[in-house]
C-alpha cells in the first residue's frame, strides 16, 4: 500500500477546515465588494486632491516667506535689527523718554 504524501494530507486537512467552517459570514455580494472598492478609489483621489493643495498652499507661504525675509533683511530696516547692546527703539519706554 503506497502511502500519501504530506503535501497531499496537509491539502485534505485544509479542504476539510473549509468545508467545516462554512460560508465566511464576511463576505458580500459582488456589488457590495465593487462599490467598497469604488469608494475606496473615491476616497485616495479626494486624498490626492487635498494632498496637492496642501502642497501648492505650503509652496505659495514658502514664497511669501522669502519676500517677508527679503523686506526685513533690506537697508532701511537694518538699524533695528543691529545688536550693538541697546536696541534702536524700545518699545517699553515711554515715549517721553525714547530717543
Not at 503535501?7 to 467552517?21: K, M, N, R
Not at 462599490?35 to 511669501?64: F, I
Amino acid at each position: 500500500m503506497k502511502r500519501p504524501s504530506a503535501s497531499s494530507v496537509g491539502l485534505i486537512f485544509l479542504l476539510i477546515g473549509y468545508a467545516v467552517a462554512g460560508p465566511e459570514p464576511e463576505l458580500r455580494p459582488r456589488a457590495v465588494r465593487s462599490s467598497a472598492c469604488q469608494e475606496h478609489t473615491n476616497l485616495h483621489n479626494r486624498l490626492d486632491v487635498v494632498e496637492k493643495k496642501v502642497e501648492d498652499t505650503v509652496g505659495k507661504l514658502e514664497v511669501e516667506l522669502a519676500a517677508l525675509l527679503d523686506a526685513i533683511e533690506a537697508p532701511e530696516w537694518r538699524p533695528l535689527l543691529d545688536n550693538t547692546g541697546e536696541t534702536a527703539v524700545d518699545i517699553l519706554k515711554e515715549p517721553e523718554q525714547r530717543t
